[in-house]
């Protein structure tokens, strides 16, 4: 039960915050703001979430996950009513980019994954892929309802209809969660009580491992990768000549394989390891980046569909084999905490491929460069996870 409301809590704040890929056309329209201007707020968001990520963890090993979702929630509500009636570029960077982003980071997975990963042990791979598929569902779900909303109601009165939405939500969505020092029952006891009996590390002795720095590392050129392209893939495909309710219905369908994409990846590195997990699905998004960079005109239904899916499949698919294996090395009391900080590295990688995509495109007019700098970001994050292999070491 409570794998499945994290699933659900992660869903609604995926959903929330990946729908300003659809503002950001709308931003584009009234204000007549630039790629880099648009893509400030989002990359501010992504600086404060992973900057806050080590606070949010801190918080999540003292007061419970009830507390944070509650916490969340409230900030989602706030930051989604407050955007209805903004008029300048600092009033997004402001509501999106701070309040939306702290509110999100509390339903995320440095609250999310400790919860998870301490009730399950010997299937931690699959546990934490099934949790996180739903930032991948979320981004699924956002793109075409909100497309819809906004088509239908204008973008100010589609934050309105989503910030009554999450206020319905917030109460029943802390409530399916324990509350501060509540212990749920383990499915996999056996584990969990070796896991115990295991060393118990804190931040400090962490961040004095190689492995600590190699997984940071990892977190921000994926990051990087992921980011020079997903910002930006609507606006990309409105500007190849497809039309963008369709632009977005494809897209959103290719994420929608992320559910599938994510839980398999998390659950075959139970079983063949998480480097070589991490790197099947580093391939494949290689791949689906290639297709974009093939696609030169509105004809080319294939290739939006073969980018889609191809991206889809392994949007988050590096996630669970990249916490996992920070549960796996440092388990204990303080991994909320651990995982907040390395956590970072996500965060400033996708600042800095949100913003530098919008950079590139008013730059030269075109993604094909940030597109080509994503392949090269994957390739990096291959070669740090294929390191993890290597025995802990200072």
């Given amino acids: 039960m409570i794998l499945v409301s994290g699933f659900l809590a992660f869903t609604v704040s995926a959903s929330l915050m990946h729908a300003y890929t659809v503002f950001l056309l709308a931003f584009i329209e009234e204000f007549h703001w630039g790629r880099a201007e648009s893509s400030v707020a989002y990359s501010v968001g992504q600086l404060v979430g992973g900057a806050c990520s080590p606070l949010v963890g801190g918080l999540a090993d003292r007061v419970g996950s009830r507390r944070m979702v509650l916490l969340g929630g409230c900030l989602l509500t706030l930051g989604l009513l407050g955007s209805a009636f903004a008029t300048t570029l600092w009033h997004i960077v402001l509501l999106y980019g701070v309040v939306m982003t702290f509110g999100a980071t509390c339903i995320g997975l440095v609250v999310l994954v400790p919860l998870v990963s301490?009730?399950?042990?010997a299937q931690r791979g699959m546990a934490i892929s099934i949790l996180q598929s739903a930032n991948g569902f979320g981004r699924a779900v956002s793109a075409p309802v909100a497309q819809i909303l906004v088509d239908g109601l204008g973008w100010r009165s589609a934050y309105l209809l989503q910030a009554g939405t999450m206020a319905l939500l917030v109460l029943p969505l802390a409530a399916m969660f324990p509350r501060a020092g509540a212990t749920p029952s383990a499915p996999d006891a056996p584990a969990t009580a070796a896991a115990t009996a295991a060393r118990q590390w804190t931040l400090a002795e962490a961040a004095r491992t190689r492995h600590f720095w190699l997984l940071l590392l990892v977190y921000m050129f994926t990051s990087i990768g992921s980011f020079l392209v997903s910002l930006h893939q609507l606006a990309f495909a409105v500007?190849?000549?497809?039309?963008?309710?369709?632009?977005?219905?494809?897209?959103?369908?290719?994420?929608?394989?992320?559910?599938?994409?994510?839980?398999?990846?998390?659950?075959?590195?139970?079983?063949?390891?998480?480097?070589?997990?991490?790197?099947?699905?580093?391939?494949?998004?290689?791949?689906?980046?290639?297709?974009?960079?093939?696609?030169?005109?509105?004809?080319?239904h294939l290739l939006l569909w073969l980018h889609a899916c191809f991206f889809g499949l392994t949007w988050g698919a590096r996630g669970p084999a990249i916490t996992a294996k920070t549960a796996d090395l440092f388990p204990g009391p303080r991994l909320g905490t651990i995982l907040g900080v390395i956590t970072i590295g996500s965060g400033l990688g996708a600042a800095i491929g949100s913003w530098a995509?919008?950079?590139?495109?008013?730059?030269?007019?075109?993604?094909?460069?940030?597109?080509?700098?994503?392949?090269?970001?994957?390739?990096?994050?291959?070669?740090?996870?294929?390191?993890?292999?290597?025995?802990?070491?200072r």
């Fill in 118 to 121: 301490r009730l399950f042990t």
């Fill in 239 to 300: 500007g190849q000549g497809f039309e963008p309710l369709y632009a977005a219905t494809v897209l959103g369908m290719g994420s929608f394989l992320a559910l599938p994409g994510v839980i398999l990846t998390g659950t075959i590195s139970d079983y063949i390891g998480r480097e070589r997990a991490a790197l099947l699905a580093y391939g494949i998004s290689i791949v689906g980046v290639a297709c974009a960079l093939l696609i030169d005109g509105p004809d080319q």
């Fill in 357 to 393: 995509a919008g950079l590139l495109f008013d730059l030269t007019g075109s993604y094909r460069l940030a597109f080509i700098l994503s392949i090269a970001a994957y390739v990096g994050g291959s070669i740090a996870f294929w390191a993890l292999r290597r025995p802990m070491g």
